[in-house]
């Protein structure tokens, strides 16, 4: 298993320009997410789904997009890009775990990073 | 609202302990703690469901306070593979909201 695979690694992009970042997972998880990373500010949730079809935001959704027509794929949109959206973004799969009768939701498996830079 | 991690920072010698906390002004179902090593992707080390409850990978054990919503990361004779920064994440339902992360560095 590939687990989850984030395509570039590395993205520099200039003011304006739209691109797209790939995430695909081969552990049949129904639960995807995206997330940025800059420094001191931790891991923040972009937009998420719970499976095909369903898409949700999260706590810094402005100025991107996802879709998800398939389990595998997770495809993150940048619509115009700027400089405040210079960072690190990760991708992550989860799933379900039964523990003692208590679903363990969202033990996140993450994609190794696209590292993005505007100008 | 991201969970509060304290302290930022720390600086161990090899077999010294640390103990990193998380706290929530939210009320907790669950805490799930990672490390992230330089230039690498978050790993997953373990949840806590219960309070009180302990877990353990390696030498290293948590504990969970759902009364205080609080959460303690115990590292114990700490090695060098420890280094790295160390987020909680909290939340219910599928939604997983990460503190700002503790850096943790151990030297010889």
């Known amino acids: 298993n590939a687990g989850v695979t984030q395509t570039p690694k590395f993205q520099v992009l200039k003011t304006g320009q739209s691109m797209t970042l790939q995430c695909a997972q081969d552990m049949n998880h129904e639960y995807m997410s995206w997330y940025r990373q800059d420094p001191g500010m931790g891991l923040r949730l972009i937009h998420y789904?719970?499976?095909?079809?369903?898409?949700d935001q999260g706590e810094v959704p402005n100025g991107y997009n996802v879709s998800r027509s398939t389990t595998e794929d997770f495809p993150l949109r940048l619509l115009s890009a700027a400089p405040s959206q210079t960072s690190v973004y990760f991708c992550?799969?989860?799933?379900?775990?039964?523990?003692?009768?208590?679903?363990?939701?969202?033990?996140?498996?993450f994609g190794a990073g696209t590292r993005l830079s505007v100008l | 609202q991201q969970p509060v991690q304290s302290p930022q920072a720390v600086i161990l010698r090899e077999g010294e302990d640390a103990v990193i906390n998380c706290s929530s002004s939210k009320a907790l179902y669950s805490v799930h703690w990672y490390r992230q090593k330089h230039g690498e992707a978050p790993v997953f080390l373990m949840i806590l469901l219960k309070g009180g409850e302990q877990k353990g990978h390696e030498k290293i054990s948590a504990s969970f306070n759902e009364k205080k919503q609080q959460s303690s990361l115990y590292l114990t004779a700490s090695q060098l593979s420890y280094s790295g920064t160390y987020f909680c994440g909290t939340g219910g339902g599928n939604k997983l909201t990460f503190g700002t992360g503790t850096q943790l560095k151990v030297e010889l």
């Open positions: 992550a799969s989860s799933y379900s775990m039964p523990s003692g009768g208590i679903l363990a939701k969202n033990i996140q498996y």
């Open positions: 789904s719970v499976g095909a079809g369903i898409t």
